[in-house]
């Protein structure tokens, strides 16, 4: 059974950075991966995502230049760098996996999900 787990998640002032981390274990970490979030009131967004070797990424209009997705397959873990936090980041975050390699941006395309970490902005 796959399971993943989000951590680093917490408060920080507009301006500051935080990273994100999410441990995989119960499968084979050769899977493209990524990294979605919800604001309350809001629907689930897509955040960035990362190809299973770690040299394909996509992101975000709204987060491009400021967070950047890297992953380190020898430790199952991805990781999200977030740089530059506004409020409008404030939302939980949540680390999903794919069966495929390459990096997706579609929601239905991800099986596998963590249970969040809470991230909140203050301005």
């Known amino acids: 059974q796959v399971q993943l787990v989000e951590s680093g998640g917490g408060l920080v002032q507009a301006g500051g950075s935080l990273r994100l981390s999410c441990a995989a274990s119960g499968l084979t970490f050769n899977y493209a991966m990524g990294w979605f979030r919800q604001a309350p009131g809001k629907g689930r967004e897509f955040v960035a995502s990362?190809?299973?070797?770690?040299?394909?990424?996509l992101y975000a209009d709204s987060v491009k230049s400021r967070f950047t997705i890297f992953r380190d397959n020898r430790k199952n873990t991805m990781y999200l760098q977030m740089n530059r936090l506004k409020p409008e980041d404030t939302a939980v975050y949540y680390c999903?996996?794919?069966?495929?390699?390459?990096?997706?941006?579609?929601?239905?395309?991800?099986?596998?999900w963590g249970q969040g970490t809470q991230v909140t902005v203050s301005s």
């Open positions: 999903a996996t794919t069966t495929g390699w390459s990096p997706r941006v579609e929601e239905p395309a991800f099986g596998s």
């Open positions: 990362i190809g299973w070797t770690g040299d394909t990424t």
